[in-house]
């Protein structure tokens, strides 16, 4: 099985050839084509490479598959007897991607 660890947005993701990650959003339009060429490790197999700190010459090949928003999450303060309450919400906006190749 091939698949790499690649890094974007400060995070780390797991992608596999033919499937799909969902990243931190980029502003690359629906149906657009990107290279992700921060890439921490490859593995191939039994073969697998580590970078110092990222694998020179390889990257991923993906397309946009569409921008979507994550579940909502609330935050909520309280001070007791102090007549303090606040409650706020976010929503984090993500890309998912599908990943075509990985060049090595």
């Known amino acids: 099985m091939k698949y790499v660890i690649l890094e974007s947005g400060g995070k780390q993701y797991k992608a ?58 609330y935050n909520f303060h309280y001070k007791p007897k102090k007549r303090i309450r606040q409650k706020t919400g976010h929503r984090q906006s993500y890309t998912r991607l599908a990943v075509e190749k990985i060049v090595e």
């Open 16 to 73: 596999v050839e033919g499937g799909t990650i969902e990243v931190d959003l980029l502003h690359v339009q629906p149906g657009e084509s990107i290279d992700l060429n921060d890439v921490l490790l490859v593995v191939n197999g039994d073969s697998v490479t580590i970078g110092a700190p990222v694998v020179k010459g390889a990257s991923v090949k993906a397309t946009v598959v569409e921008h979507f928003k994550g579940e909502k999450t």
